[in-house]
């Protein structure tokens, strides 16, 4: 990647999207249990596989790869050697098919990111595949910081955009509207505080 290039970041709907990893070891398991929760339905390729692959209920084949495994897939992950994940790379660009190899740059036409969720929000941090450990620690700086009501925060944005939309506000209105809307959350009357003291 370029100085000039940079990532275009984006959230994959993968539900009932088949989803390819290649390899076998605990990288490749590491990846599993976020694949799964998103509803893609995953198969793993790799002559080898740790019982913590097979322990997710995924399709399994004990083999090694080949660029016809790709055929109808959405999205790879490449969690082998180098060369093995070469060859998905190459047998994925010719079919338009993103990679994610895992810690290896050459290969990756796709990065996962550091992950938070929180209240029904979903904040990936990217270091464009450079320093994944960074990403790490500013996904558990910005988890820390966030607040544990958030799902509040998710309601009156959901609930706000629905009157928005009926009332034709422009977009470039909304954002000052739901700062208010959050902090009449935190806003409370006279009244209210007494009753809450008994």
């Known amino acids: 990647m370029t100085e000039r290039e940079s990532l275009f970041p984006v959230f994959l709907k993968l539900a009932g999207r088949r989803v390819l990893v290649v390899g076998g070891g605990p990288v490749a398991a590491s990846k599993l249990a976020a694949l799964v929760t998103a509803g893609a339905v995953v198969h793993v390729i790799a002559p080898d596989v740790v019982p913590a692959i097979v322990e997710h209920g995924v399709e399994v084949e004990r083999r090694e790869f080949a660029p016809a495994d790709l055929d109808g897939v959405w999205f790879v992950v490449a969690a082998a050697t180098p ?8 047998a994925a660009e010719s079919r338009h098919v993103f990679v994610n190899a895992v810690d290896d740059l050459a290969s990756a036409s796709a990065y996962l990111g550091g992950v938070v969720r929180k209240g029904g929000v979903t904040l990936a941090i990217s270091t464009d595949g450079r320093a994944p450990a960074l990403a790490g620690l500013l996904r558990e700086g910005l988890e ?6 958030l799902a509040k925060w998710q309601e009156a944005a959901d609930a706000a955009r629905r009157d928005w939309k009926a009332d034709g506000v422009p977009m470039e209105a909304r954002r000052p509207l739901l700062l208010q809307a959050i902090n009449r959350l935190y806003k409370t009357s006279p009244q209210d505080a007494a009753e809450s003291l008994t």
Request: hydrophobic fraction near 35%; aromatic fraction near 0%.
């Open 83 to 90: 060369e093995v994940n070469r060859q998905v790379a190459d």
């Open 144 to 149: 820390s910081v966030l607040p544990d009501d």
